[in-house]
C-alpha cells in the first residue's frame, strides 16, 4: 500500500493560501467571452510548447498558435498529439474516478506515430536508472492510483495530491519517453476533474522550464530523505501559486475592459466578431487578404460588414482604403 510521507511546511501553506485567494478572484470575477476564451487559447499555447521542450523537442510558439488558431491544417506530430490529448482531458474530466488505465490513455496519445504502436499500450519494459523495475511499475502505479481513489487522498487539498501523484509518476517511469508529459497531463486531468482547473487558464510546464534546476533538486530531495515529498511539494506548491497569481492579475485588468463593455453595449459580440478580435489580438492586423483564410466559408462582404460594426463600437480601427485596409485594436 502506498502511504505519502511529507509534512505541511509555513511555506506550503502559504502558498497554498495564495492559491486560494487566487482561485476565489478567477471564479468569481465576470470577464467577455471573447476574453475568456483567448485566456484558455494562450495558456494551451504555452503549456504546448513548454511541455515539448520539456520533452525535448522545440517549435516555434508561432507555428503552436497558427494550428490553435485553425490557420495551418498541419502540424508536428508532436503538437498535435499534445494539444488533442488536452482536448481528450476536457472530456474525461467529467468522471472523477481516475485509474492506471486513463495514465496508459495519456501516453498512448501522446506517444502516437512517435513510439512503436506497441510501446504506446504497455508500460516501460527497459531498465533505467530508476530505482523501480519493469516488473514492478504494474504494482507501483496501481497501489498510486489506488491511493488517489481512497479517502486520504480525497481529504487532502487537491493541489497536494496532485503534487504527490505527479512526484511519484516522476520516479516510478511508468513508460518509454513520455513520463514527464504523462506526470504533467495526470496532474491536469485530476485538477479538472475536481473543478480545480482555473477555468483551463492554468499553465505550470512553462514554471517547471524556467525553474529547471529547482525542479530536479526537488524531486531528488524525495530518493535523497527515502521518500519524504515535503521539499517536492515546497516547490509544487510554490509554483501553482505562482502561475496562479498571475492569471489572477490578468483577470482583474480584463475585468475592467468588461465593465467598460457593459457600460458602452460592446458585449453583445456574435461568435464572428469574436473570432475576428482573436485574431487580432494574436496578430495585430487583418486585411482584405486574410479573410478568407480566417473564414474560409463566409463572403467578403459579411466579414467587411462585422469589422464595421467593430469599428462603430470603438473596438476596431480601419486604416487605409479600399483592398489595401488594414484593421486593428483601437
Wanted: glycine share 4%.
Amino acid at each position: 500500500m502506498f502511504v505519502p510521507e511529507y509534512t505541511i511546511t509555513a511555506a506550503t501553506l502559504a502558498s497554498i493560501a495564495s492559491i486560494e485567494y487566487a482561485r476565489s478572484i478567477i471564479e468569481n470575477t465576470v470577464v467577455l467571452p471573447v476574453w475568456q476564451k483567448q485566456l484558455a487559447k494562450d495558456s494551451l499555447i504555452k503549456a504546448t510548447k513548454s511541455a515539448l521542450e520539456i520533452y525535448g523537442y522545440n517549435t516555434s510558439t508561432e507555428l503552436i498558435k497558427k494550428f490553435v488558431n485553425g490557420i495551418e491544417k498541419k502540424t508536428d506530430t508532436e503538437v498535435k498529439n499534445y494539444i488533442n490529448v488536452r482536448s481528450y482531458i476536457n472530456q474525461k474530466s467529467k468522471s472523477k474516478e481516475i485509474d492506471e488505465q486513463n495514465l496508459k490513455e495519456l501516453h498512448a496519445k501522446v506517444a502516437n506515430g512517435i513510439l512503436p504502436a506497441s510501446k504506446c499500450k504497455t508500460y516501460r519494459s527497459k531498465k533505467t536508472e530508476s530505482q523501480i523495475q519493469p516488473e514492478e511499475i504494474l504494482a507501483k502505479t496501481t497501489e498510486l492510483m489506488d491511493w488517489y481513489n481512497g479517502l486520504d487522498a480525497q481529504e487532502t487539498h487537491i493541489v497536494i495530491t496532485a503534487g504527490i501523484l505527479k512526484a511519484q509518476l516522476e520516479l516510478i517511469e511508468p513508460f518509454e519517453l513520455t513520463n514527464k508529459l504523462v506526470s504533467n497531463l495526470a496532474v491536469y486531468l485530476i485538477l479538472s476533474s475536481r473543478g480545480y482547473d482555473m477555468r483551463g487558464y492554468l499553465c505550470l510546464e512553462e514554471y517547471y522550464i524556467q525553474s529547471r534546476n529547482r525542479y530536479d533538486v526537488a524531486i531528488m530531495s524525495i530518493t535523497d530523505t527515502g521518500g519524504d515529498i515535503t521539499k517536492w511539494l515546497e516547490y509544487f506548491t510554490e509554483g501553482f501559486a505562482h502561475e496562479v497569481s498571475k492569471i489572477k492579475e490578468n483577470i482583474v485588468l480584463l475585468a475592467k475592459d468588461t465593465k467598460l463593455a457593459k457600460v458602452s453595449g460592446r458585449s453583445q459580440l456574435t461568435e464572428r466578431q469574436e473570432k475576428i478580435i482573436e485574431f487580432l489580438q494574436d496578430y495585430g492586423l487583418l486585411t482584405n487578404s486574410g479573410f478568407q483564410r480566417l473564414f474560409p466559408d463566409i463572403s467578403e462582404d459579411s466579414v467587411l460588414r462585422d469589422l464595421k460594426t467593430l469599428a462603430d463600437s470603438g473596438i476596431v480601427v480601419k486604416k487605409g482604403q479600399t483592398k489595401s485596409a488594414r484593421y486593428e485594436l483601437k
